[in-house]
């Protein structure tokens, strides 16, 4: 693997990483903490990672407690259950997410990470 560029090391140091369940392994949210502030959750479109975002965290780490997913089966996750299933990562995720926080947060995606959201935010915008 190459070496990532000073900037994504960085980066990375920075950030607080939680992991979760995920198929026979771990899925990570790394986080990098803004105490007070409101809450936003980055997910990755599809062959990606927290990386797809690298450029826009250390703006919105200015107003946002700031959390960026590796969903299912990309980054440093776990495949689910069944591969490439939507269904099985959505059920990661949303376990994650409802574990995670236990109140109100901003969700910025993109690609496959809108797939996601939108299996999982229908039913969580309620709770």
């Known amino acids: 693997m190459e070496a990532l560029p000073e900037d994504i090391l ?4 920075a950030a607080v ?20 502030a409101e ?19 250390p703006a919105l780490r ?10 299912p089966g990309l980054g440093d996750a776990a ?9 099985s990562a959505a059920r990661a995720t949303r376990t994650a997410l409802e574990q995670l926080f236990d109140s109100a947060f901003h969700v910025v995606a993109f690609s496959w990470g809108c797939t996601i959201t939108a299996m ?8």
Not at 10 to 13: M, P
Not at 43 to 52: N, Q, R, T
Request: net charge negative.
């Open 62 to 71: 200015e107003q946002f407690d700031v959390y960026a997913i590796d969903l």
């Open 79 to 87: 495949m689910c259950e069944v591969e490439s299933d939507a269904v």
């Open 17 to 36: 990483v939680h992991w979760f369940p995920c198929g026979e392994g771990r899925m990570p949210i790394r986080q990098w903490e803004n105490a007070g």
């Open 10 to 13: 960085v980066l990375e140091k």
């Open 39 to 57: 809450k936003v959750i980055l997910l990755h479109g599809g062959s990606g990672s927290w990386l797809h975002w690298a450029r826009n965290i």
């Open 120 to 127: 999982i935010m229908k039913d969580m915008a309620t709770q």
